[in-house]
């Protein structure tokens, strides 16, 4: 899977918070699953993005502010399940823990 570089604000100190995260872009979007290799919690950068849901994606040379949405019911599934087919371990993340794996639509802003 592609991976871009996701720029959070720390929901705890305010100062900006750099990872590389695989991602699937789709219709002009970018999706994120906060899977944590499943762990029994979501990652920093996850809780940072419910926090404070602007934030920065670098792809291709190209920085891209974004806005983030948790995604939920079906439009969760089936993105989920598009990480599963991309990259199997997703499925086993998702076998590890009791948590829903987050996925959020990191929308391009003007």
Known sequence: MKVLLLETTGRKSGEPRRVGVSHIEEAGRYYVAGSFAGEDRDPDWALNLRATPEATVTIEGRTVPVRAR????????RMFARFVEGD???GEYRDRTDREIPVFELTPRD
């Open 70 to 77: 948790v995604l939920s019911g079906e439009e969760r599934e």
């Open 88 to 90: 199997a371990s997703y």
